[in-house]
């Protein structure tokens, strides 16, 4: 398999392929395609793999924007290039499970960095909801998300005010069309 050195403090763009970290360490940067930049907290050490994980997997009712991955060597690093059958892994009901939840977990951080607060809570709507836009009230709750309580209710009743959602009986009904209108210009 391929091997790529990179040195420390040199960069990586990652497009279309998957690597392990055989030696060294290594930052990751999400950069979306409005040029936010999302740093991930932790570094990557051997055996850890990169990819483009996000770009090949979607989410129920959310369209995730194309996220560019870069690495960023801290020493001196080896990568190995592995080769991923990306439909045999979806076909895979376990392994397509594991990397979609492991997805759901990361992309509600970076979901937060891409969009306004108004977007945010609207992609938390629209991934929240059924086939028919409609949010149980029970299950969707504030302590879910990365923001305080008080901002989410203060965007959250500028949102229903706008017609962006009407609540009824316990439950959020979703103007699907308007919210998508509104995401639509962060792509």
């Known amino acids: ?52 994980f996000l770009n090949y997997w979607r989410l129920k009712n959310v369209d995730l924007p194309d996220i560019e991955i870069e690495v960023d060597a801290l020493e001196d690093s080896v990568l190995e290039e592995i080769n991923f059958d990306i439909k045999e892994i979806k076909n ?19 979901l937060f960095h ?26 969707f709750n504030v302590e879910h998300f990365n923001i305080s309580k008080s901002q989410f209710y203060n965007v959250y009743g500028q949102l229903r005010k706008s017609g962006y959602f009407k609540e009824e009986n316990k439950k959020i009904y979703l103007d699907r069309k308007k919210a998508d209108e509104y995401l639509e210009k962060f792509d």
């Open 1 to 52: 398999m391929k091997e790529i050195i990179v040195k420390a403090k040199e960069s990586l763009v990652v497009y279309e392929k998957f690597y392990r970290v055989k030696k060294g360490k290594v930052l990751l940067k999400n950069i979306f395609p409005n040029g936010k930049i999302v740093t991930n907290e932790h570094w990557l050490k051997t055996g850890d793999l990169i990819g483009e």
């Open 92 to 110: 895979n009901i376990f392994l397509n499970n594991l990397i979609k939840n492991f997805i759901r977990l990361h992309v509600f951080q970076l």
């Open 114 to 139: 891409f969009y306004d607060t108004k977007g945010y809570i609207l992609t938390l709507l629209k991934l929240y909801s059924n086939g028919d836009n409609v949010i149980s009230k029970e299950q």
